[in-house]
């Protein structure tokens, strides 16, 4: 049947390329002094390229995952959880450091296992969700056909180490769960078992106890912190910015910019109206994959749009409030903004899945009308 309606489809892809763009933009300007300190004035658009051509493969990855029958992920859910399983494992035997978040072969970063892991995982709770609608409360059936997955998944995670990124799988994990009809007592449970493996980690891992004792403590008590650096850059960009490429923070005051720590460039150089109109991008993007979730055609597919929906949102929220010194520093990067390979690449393949099931929501409008 000919599709004519297309209610979400063309502005989740105008908002994707939108965000593509702003991200490009405030690429060049944050990480071309890096380049230059790095490699010298001839390579200044270094991190440029690679970061554009990182989103070229992601975007060949977007249309992928458009084009084929989303029904293949949910078949296969499992199977792809395993072989996220795999890459981790890959992980520790490839990489000799102290850290094996990345997949590192032959002296290169591959990628960030744990993004394969997130989106793995998220599909997973999908399909689990979609499988066990009228049973979601049945804790046998949690405990035997979903959670046992998600603790191998998320110990993995955890012991490479990475608890930002476990914390943030398991936020959106919960969240998929609710809307699926969790109760809130199950709720209570997980929340209560992720502080309790917080507390662990903090106690187990030096680094991430010292982490957490320097932002306790000494909030606001060292100028020359990520963190209070990041503050300063706000303060000084004030509502309209110091103007672009204009950001003093970026000159050697704060470590890779151009990643986890761009929003203060951005707030320093285009302000808070910047900042500002960047919340509303990442809103609106929430807002068409809920609607999206609502208009979908089966609950798998309902479920899916709202993970991805969380996922985006969340990165981009916790980002935030580490920047301005509300949480710990977590390394977590802003989708379609920081630099870095295998999470453009994850979030792209998250945004042509969300494409694929709004063209039938697409269809599913049509038909009603009809």
């Not at 704060?254 to 929003?263: N, P, S, V, Y």
């Not at 996922?311 to 630099?339: D, E, K, M, Q, R």
Request: hydrophobic content about 50%; charged content about 10%.
């Amino acid at each position: 049947m000919k599709r004519n309606i297309k209610i979400y489809e063309m502005p989740l892809l105008y908002l994707t390329l939108l965000l593509i763009l702003f991200g490009a933009v405030m690429q060049y300007s944050a990480s071309s002094t890096i380049a230059i300190n790095k490699f010298g004035w001839n390579n200044y658009n270094y991190f440029l390229y690679k970061h554009l051509s990182r989103v070229a493969i992601g975007i060949i990855a977007m249309i992928g995952v458009y084009n084929f029958k989303l029904s293949w992920l949910k078949q296969y859910s499992k199977q792809i959880l395993f072989i996220s399983w795999i890459v981790i494992l890959f992980a520790y035997i490839f990489n000799a450091g102290s850290t094996r978040r990345f997949l590192v072969i032959g002296g290169k970063n591959i990628l960030t296992t744990s993004d394969f892991a997130r989106f793995a995982l998220i599909v997973f709770t999908a399909k689990f969700i979609s499988s066990n609608k009228k049973n979601i409360n049945n804790i046998k059936i949690i405990l035997s056909e979903y959670l046992i997955y998600v603790i191998i998944t998320i110990s993995l995670i955890l012991y490479q180490p990475d608890l930002s990124s476990s914390f943030i799988i398991s936020c959106i994990l919960i969240s998929m769960l609710i809307i699926g009809g969790l109760k809130i007592k199950y709720f209570l449970y997980m929340f209560l078992t992720g502080v309790s493996s917080i507390i662990l980690s903090i106690m187990f891992y030096p680094y991430m106890r010292s982490r957490f004792l320097n932002w306790f403590y000494s909030a606001g008590a060292d100028p020359s912190s990520q963190t209070e650096r990041a503050k300063q850059a706000l303060q000084q960009g004030g509502f309209w910015g110091s103007g672009f490429s204009e950001s003093i923070i970026k000159e050697g005051f704060i470590a890779e910019g151009h990643t986890d720590f761009i929003l203060p460039i951005i707030g320093e150089e285009i302000g808070f109206i910047g900042i500002f109109i960047l919340f509303i991008l990442f809103l609106s993007f929430y807002f068409i994959s809920v609607k999206t979730s609502k208009m979908a055609p089966d609950i798998f597919s309902s479920i899916l749009s709202i993970g991805i929906g969380f996922n985006i949102l969340y990165y981009f929220l916790i980002n935030a409030a580490y920047v301005v010194g509300l949480i710990p520093p977590t390394g977590l990067a802003i989708p379609f903004i920081s630099y870095g390979g295998s999470h453009t690449l994850f979030t792209l393949i998250s945004v042509g899945a969300l494409l694929n099931i709004s063209k039938y929501c697409n269809v599913y409008k049509y038909n009603y009308l009809r």
